[in-house]
């Protein structure tokens, strides 16, 4: 079965920088789209970025866009998310998603992972 | 960003009875080339990720239970939930997927009565 398990949160001071990682099983990784969509706890879901199957697009909301960076290791079957100059309003837990492409950056999600908590705080 | 509006923001419904969540989009979802409507349904029980329930617009997904339904089209969905059961007790999410970004809607919110 699919599973997806991140890892990687913590407790952070503004402006500093944090990786998050996922790792992959049960399906061909290198096949999928993956995203990370986050949710302030108590709040809704917002996307925050996608990676597409054969890496050669990725995107990402305008509040992240700059800041973080999606990437994958194909040999580790794991996804990860690079945070830079955080912010207080990334506080958040961030899902590592599967997708099921329907377009360029686009899809709807099939698997979703625990989560792991992002904290920002001075 | 095409905006999706929920309504109403919660429900109490009781065991049994149906359960009846709205989602509203800025832009039409229903992509001619394709006669599909882009758009997807979520549910969050509490403590748990999100689960896909409900793809082009009214597909179930895998091993979703027959009691949710999605219907609508263009810019007007709704998820159905015929007779609630206590385990339905969640937040659910519409997700449009025909644009980028996709986007969700705020959440609806089911409680038994």
């Known amino acids: 079965q699919v599973v997806l398990v991140e890892s990687g949160g913590g407790v952070v001071r503004p402006g500093t920088a944090l990786r998050l990682s996922c790792v992959a099983s049960?399906?061909?990784?290198?096949?999928?789209?993956m995203h990370w969509v986050r949710q302030v706890p108590g709040k809704g879901l917002e996307w925050v970025a996608i990676?597409?199957?054969?890496?050669?697009?990725?995107f990402y909301a305008d509040s992240v866009h700059g800041r973080f960076t999606i990437s994958r290791d194909i040999s580790k079957n794991t996804l990860f998310l690079q945070m830079d100059s955080l912010r207080t309003e990334d506080t958040a837990v961030y899902y590592c998603?599967?997708?099921?492409?329907?377009?360029?950056?686009?899809?709807?999600?099939?698997?979703w992972g625990e989560g792991t908590l992002v904290a920002v705080s001075s | 960003d095409i905006v999706m509006t929920q309504s109403p923001d919660s429900l109490a419904v009781s065991l049994g009875e149906r359960a009846t969540i709205n989602c509203r989009s800025s832009?039409?979802?229903?992509?001619?080339?394709?006669?599909?409507?882009?758009l997807a349904w979520y549910q969050q029980t509490p403590g748990q990720p999100p689960k896909l329930l409900i793809y082009?617009?009214?597909t179930r997904g895998s091993g979703v239970s027959d009691r949710f339904s999605g219907s609508g089209s263009g810019t007007d969905f709704t998820l159905t939930i015929s007779s609630l059961q206590a385990e339905d007790v969640a937040v659910y999410y519409c997700?449009?997927?025909?644009?980028?970004?996709?986007?969700f809607g705020g959440g609806t919110k089911v409680e038994i009565q």
């Open positions: 997700q449009q997927y025909h644009s980028t970004p996709v986007t």
């Open positions: 998603v599967r997708g099921i492409a329907t377009g360029i950056y686009r899809g709807y999600l099939d698997h």
């Open positions: 082009w617009a009214s």
């Open positions: 049960g399906f061909a990784f290198s096949a999928y789209d």
């Open positions: 990676l597409s199957y054969d890496e050669r697009n990725n």
């Open positions: 832009h039409n979802l229903l992509y001619s080339v394709d006669n599909k409507n882009y």
